[in-house]
T-cell receptor, first 113, second 111 residues
Framework: ETGVTQTPRHLVMGMTNKKSLKCEQHLGHNAMYWYKQSAKKPLELMFVYSLEERVENNSVPSRFSPERPNSSHLFLHLHTLQPEDSALYLC????????????FGSGTQLSVL | SQQGEEDPQALSIQEGENATMNCSYKTSINNLQWYRQNSGRGLVHLILIRSNEREKHSGRLRVTLDTSKKSSSLLITASRAADTASYFCATDAASARQLTFGSGTQLTVLP
């Protein structure tokens, strides 16, 4: 176990649904991340949170909305997704945003029908 | 184009053999990291090498870094079937605020 827990492990949703992915870490890490992993493509960084700020990747569509309500939890709210959004969504954390040693959760495999 | 690219895309070897994977990148880096991912799971950090280091070891893993050639290699010695996984390099570019991952090498170790 890496200390980063993601739920649910699998999610199937329609294009009009609203759902949320949850990530929890009890490692005391300041930085948390959302990554998207599609088949045959490199990991794509979606969002980065330090304790003080959210750093957004400008290419992420607004149908993805992150939230970090406290230091241990990170959510990714999903609404009106497209079939091409089907992918493995990975949460990660690190001590800070110095880009050293990320701890990943097991991911949520998302299918959009 | 992506910062880190692994080579080969896929590698199949017999148990007990050594496995070598390579990573090339384009811009100056602060550090380079290797991660492992079992099918359908998250990535696990293996080793980090800084730009001023040339070689690091961790158990059966050996990582080299050649900043003049902008390349790194990961060597797994005496491979085991349990080493079957995808291996990714990630670069922390001096000019960027984020790690950039490659597409990975799929390693299959046959028993």
């Amino acid at each position: 176990e890496t200390g980063v827990t993601q739920t649910p492990r699998h999610l199937v949703m329609g294009m009009t649904n609203k759902k949320s992915l949850k990530c929890e870490q009890h490692l005391g890490h300041n930085a948390m991340y959302w990554y998207k992993q599609s088949a045959k493509k490199p990991l794509e960084l979606m969002f980065v949170y330090s304790l003080e700020e959210r750093v957004e990747n400008n290419s992420v569509p607004s149908r993805f909305s992150p939230e970090r309500p406290n230091s241990s939890h990170l959510f990714l709210h999903l609404h009106t997704l497209q079939p091409e959004d089907s992918a493995l969504y990975l949460c990660a954390s690190s001590q800070d945003t110095a880009n050293e040693k990320l701890f990943f959760g097991s991911g949520t495999q998302l299918s959009v029908l | 184009s992506q910062q880190g690219e692994e080579d080969p895309q896929a590698l199949s070897i017999q148990e007990g053999e050594n496995a070598t994977m390579n990573c090339s990148y384009k811009t100056s880096i602060n550090n380079l990291q290797w991660y492992r991912q079992n099918s359908g799971r998250g990535l696990v950090h293996l080793i980090l090498i800084r730009s001023n280091e040339r070689e690091k070891h961790s158990g059966r893993l050996r990582v080299t870094l050649d900043t003049s050639k902008k390349s790194s290699s990961l060597l797994i010695t005496a491979s085991r079937a349990a080493d079957t996984a995808s291996y990714f390099c990630a670069t922390d570019a001096a000019s960027a605020r984020q790690l950039t991952f490659g597409s990975g090498t799929q390693l299959t170790v046959l028993p």
